[in-house]
């Protein structure tokens, strides 16, 4: 059973950075999609980053310049680093993977077979 581990999270005041990681123990790690995507309280899951084997990322549309996504293949572990942090940030932030990704590197929550029990982000304003 593959089960990513998240970690990283906690209470961050407004405008500091935060690193999240994600740890998957699979095999073949390296040829797996790895994906962040964050709930809000009362508000639907959506897509934060995907990165797949060839290190190709994909943002979700308002993500893009302050949340990085990186993939150490050594550690089996993906991290998610996000900067300027603002009170719309407070999630809590789910590490999903697909497998057999191989160039996917798709925004859909079906696509991914994993999820890790999620990491809560706190932004004080």
């Known amino acids: 059973q593959v089960q990513p581990v998240e970690s990283g999270g906690g209470l961050v005041q407004a405008g500091n950075s935060l690193r999240l990681s994600c740890v998957v123990s699979i095999e073949k790690f390296m040829y797996a999609t790895i994906a962040w995507f964050r709930q809000a309280p009362g508000e639907e899951r959506e897509f934060v980053a995907a990165?797949?084997?060839?290190?190709?990322?994909n943002y979700g549309g308002s993500m893009e310049g302050r949340f990085t996504i990186a993939r150490d293949n050594e550690k089996n572990t993906v991290s998610l680093q996000i900067s300027a942090l603002k009170p719309e940030d407070a999630a809590i932030y789910y590490c999903?993977?697909?497998?057999?990704?191989?160039?996917?590197?798709?925004?859909?929550?079906?696509?991914?077979?994993?999820w890790g029990q999620g990491t809560q982000v706190t932004v004080s304003s």
């Open positions: 999903a993977v697909n497998p057999t990704g191989g160039l996917d590197i798709s925004t859909m929550e079906r696509q991914y077979d994993y």
């Open positions: 990165i797949n084997w060839r290190l190709t990322a």
